[in-house]
């Protein structure tokens, strides 16, 4: 399971025009998520299945 070159990559709400921290993702299909810099897009992708990014994103909510 990869995202293909044409895949429609959206940023974070965290990241700015200022340098900030500039983080892109994907969905790929319905059970994965995909995460790259958008600096360095040609470094690849960090792709999580769907129940991992979850915890991952409960576990962030929860530090908030």
Known sequence: MTASPTTAWFKSSYSNNSGGQCVEGTYVGLRAMAIRDSKDPSRGAFLFRAHPW?????SVKRQS
């Open 54 to 58: 979850k915890a991952f994103l409960d």
